[in-house]
């Protein structure tokens, strides 16, 4: 018991502590409060460990090491949620990661709207209030060719607002084998009921033909004729599929409008890089009446809904109470239009456009970004084996089910770490640093790692080292 009591006198009172002149810098720009309560939580830590000792070597108050706790645990509590992190995944667009990172034009758009007063709706000729839709409608339509165009919070805001206005009460007649889960238990079935549509089935899993559509049309009942690109999965083998161009000409023979709900919004062909997604020019080529897409995935931009197609139908939407629901914000469509503005120039876009780049990266280009990691590693430190490897990316998003893009990255094992704590501390960087573990090593792929990134990744290795050392020695 006098042990412990000496021990505890040892323990540097709190105002003490906050004398320290290593605590001095965040005082400028942290909350007081929270300096002081990641002081007095390592303190009572450093009593609770001595009043739970009863054996062995006595829990020693080390004053440097409860400095440096203290400030890791300012940095952590100063931490936003939502904060960057470094992708090493290899999945291009990783649903957890947010998707589509952002061009640096589009970046500065959305600061320059963010930080000042906007003509969000204001219409500067007339010098009243405008629409927030003009923003956007006419570069969409540009781009694309149709008549009129609408931007909403999210692809399925899109079909919800699309059902609600044009079919319900009425039928939506779709394939079988296009009734999708669209992520997060968010399905078309379900999305059909909240839209007030009657959903009609036809044809099967596998196959579905013109004459299926044909049969199940009900004049004064049918409102659409849906077609689903079913971009989160692919049905092999014996298959038949209805093309864009049947329904089309059904939708005219009927006077029933073809609404396409195409999903990713690829804009740029992508075949000669493996790609082989619809694109949403092609797509309407055939002459649907309606398309809809996310923003925030192929296509490279904010999250967001895109629905355009014919005037008549889109004006409907606009009107729509619901319209007002699934609206987007200024920073939304200041990202959306600095997006479609860089596919002005399509081979600009490949270079500008971030998720581009990253599909049509040539596989040199990260070899060469691989073998730099690699050597860095090996210099900074002989805690890993380190290696450069092939490896097999994705595209993600729920878009190109079973695609794999071949590049390059950093593959690496522990000489005493184990794969899980390499992973796991990897994560609790600074800069947290995301990994795969494959084949009995931690993966870093090159193809979602930014040059400039390397040097952290670097860094966040190193500091994976000296913590394992630091706990290492604490427990001995």
């Known amino acids: 018991m006098d042990k412990k009591k000496e021990l505890l006198k040892r323990i540097p009172k709190i105002d003490e502590v906050l004398k320290d002149q290593r605590l001095f810098v965040f005082f400028e720009n942290t909350a007081r409060g929270l300096i002081v309560e990641s002081v007095r939580e390592i303190t009572d830590e450093a009593r609770n460990r001595i009043l739970c000792w009863s054996e062995g070597e006595p829990p020693f108050p080390d004053f440097e090491n409860m400095i440096n706790d203290i400030i890791d645990r300012i940095y952590r509590k100063r931490q936003r949620s939502l904060r960057r992190v470094i992708n090493g995944t290899g999945t291009i667009l990783h649903t957890n990661l947010g998707r589509a990172r952002l061009s640096k034009e589009t970046c500065k758009n959305i600061e320059e709207t963010a930080t000042n007063y906007s003509t969000l709706e204001y219409d500067l000729k007339l010098g009243n209030r405008g629409s927030r839709h003009d923003h956007i409608e006419k570069l969409i339509t540009k781009i694309t060719g149709t008549q009129a165009a609408m931007v909403v919070n999210n692809n399925a805001a899109a079909l919800l607002l699309c059902l609600s206005e044009l079919a319900e009460g009425k039928d939506v007649i779709v394939s079988r084998g296009e009734l999708v889960e669209i992520g997060g238990s968010f399905r078309i079935p379900e999305i059909m009921k909240l839209g007030g549509a009657r959903l009609v089935e036809v044809g099967t899993t596998n196959k579905t033909k013109i004459d299926d559509y044909r049969n199940a049309v009900i004049d004064g009942q049918t409102a659409i004729l849906l077609k689903v690109h079913t971009s989160n999965y692919k049905i092999m083998g014996f298959t038949a599929d209805t093309s864009l161009a ?47 897409f996310s923003g925030d995935k192929l296509l490279g931009g904010p999250q967001a809904g895109i629905i355009t197609g014919k005037k008549e139908y889109i004006d409907r939407m606009k009107k729509h109470p619901l319209a007002r629901v699934v609206r987007t914000d200024k920073m939304t469509l200041a990202a959306l239009e600095a997006t479609f503005c860089e596919y002005l120039d399509l081979e600009k876009a490949k270079e500008s456009i971030p998720v581009l780049s990253m599909i049509t990266v040539p596989i040199d280009e990260m070899r060469n970004k691989a073998t730099l990691l690699a050597e860095r590693i090996r210099q900074a430190t002989d805690a890993f084996d380190v290696e450069v490897a092939r490896t097999e990316g994705q595209i993600g998003g729920g878009s190109t089910p079973n695609l794999y893009l071949p590049g390059y990255g950093v593959a690496i094992k522990g000489r005493e770490m184990s794969l899980d704590r390499i992973e796991r501390d990897l994560r609790s960087y600074q800069v947290p640093v995301i990994v795969r573990i494959y084949q009995e090593r931690i993966l870093i792929d090159m193809r979602t790692v930014e040059e400039e990134d390397l040097e952290t990744v670097g860094k966040a290795l190193l500091w994976c080292k000296e913590k394992y050392d630091k706990g290492k020695k604490r427990d001995e």
């Open 246 to 292: 049947e329904l089309v000409e059904l939708g005219q023979e009927t006077k029933i409008p073809v609404v396409y709900d195409l999903g990713s919004g690829l804009l740029i062909d992508l075949q000669k890089y493996g790609i082989d997604e619809p694109t949403v020019i092609e797509s309407l080529k055939p002459g649907i009446d309606l398309i809809m």
